[in-house]
């Protein structure tokens, strides 16, 4: 039996992972071995630029806080090497960041398992979410989708007002 401040340190550790887990709008756990010291300075000063928290966790210490937030399905990928990259602000950024990496290393670096907003990913919802943009460019696309008919309607509308010998500039006022 660990003695007392050993055990306060683990569950300060656990109460911890598991608070930077439930503030994650999205985390992805990762094999991370046979990776070098450069690779790992290189993603880990990515994730930094897109402000993903990225750390190795212990297995026992992680299952302990993924337990107690209900997410249960991820024990069994719990072993091995394991590091977890958390994001708060823009969740696509770690399934990105992450994908990219792993296509570049191999057999070296894989996503082990992913969760989004308390719930655990499929293979494929993972393979989805890092063919995403980022979160600026999706409300880009989402403004550009909303912008667009009445972009139309002006361009159609000042038309129809030079076809009928109308003037699109505003009318001078008279003194």
């Given at each position: 039996?660990?003695?007392?401040?050993?055990?306060?340190?683990?569950?300060?550790?656990?109460?911890?992972?598991?608070?930077?887990?439930?503030?994650?709008?999205?985390?992805?756990?990762?094999?991370?071995?046979?990776?070098?010291?450069?690779?790992?300075?290189?993603l880990?000063?990515?994730?930094?630029?897109?402000?993903?928290?990225?750390?190795?966790?212990?297995?026992?210490?992680?299952?302990?806080?993924?337990?107690?937030l209900?997410?249960?399905?991820?024990?069994?990928?719990?072993n091995?090497?394991?590091?977890?990259?958390?994001?708060?602000k823009?969740?696509?950024?770690?399934?990105?960041?992450?994908?990219?990496?792993?296509?570049?290393?191999g057999?070296r670096?894989?996503?082990?398992?992913?969760?989004?907003?308390?719930?655990?990913?499929?293979?494929?919802?993972?393979?989805?979410?890092?063919?995403?943009?980022?979160?600026?460019?999706?409300?880009?696309?989402?403004?550009?989708?909303?912008?667009?008919?009445?972009?139309?309607?002006?361009?159609?509308?000042?038309?129809?007002?030079?076809?009928?010998?109308?003037?699109?500039?505003?009318?001078?006022?008279?003194?």
């Amino acid at each position: 039996m660990p003695n007392a401040k050993v055990l306060s340190e683990k569950q300060a550790i656990v109460e911890a992972l598991a608070k930077r887990i439930q503030n994650a709008g999205a985390g992805v756990l990762v094999d991370y071995r046979g990776i070098t010291v450069a690779e790992d300075t290189e993603l880990r000063a990515e994730l930094r630029k897109e402000e993903v928290e990225y750390s190795v966790v212990k297995n026992t210490l992680t299952r302990k806080a993924l337990d107690k937030l209900g997410m249960n399905a991820l024990d069994d990928v719990l072993n091995g090497t394991t590091s977890l990259a958390t994001a708060e602000k823009d969740p696509i950024a770690p399934f990105r960041i992450i994908a990219d990496y792993s296509k570049k290393m191999g057999d070296r670096f894989n996503v082990k398992a992913a969760f989004m907003e308390g719930k655990v990913l499929s293979d494929s919802e993972i393979e989805m979410m890092s063919t995403l943009g980022s979160k600026g460019a999706l409300y880009s696309k989402v403004l550009g989708t909303m912008i667009a008919p009445i972009t139309g309607l002006a361009v159609c509308l000042g038309q129809i007002l030079e076809q009928k010998g109308g003037s699109v500039e505003a009318p001078a006022e008279a003194e």
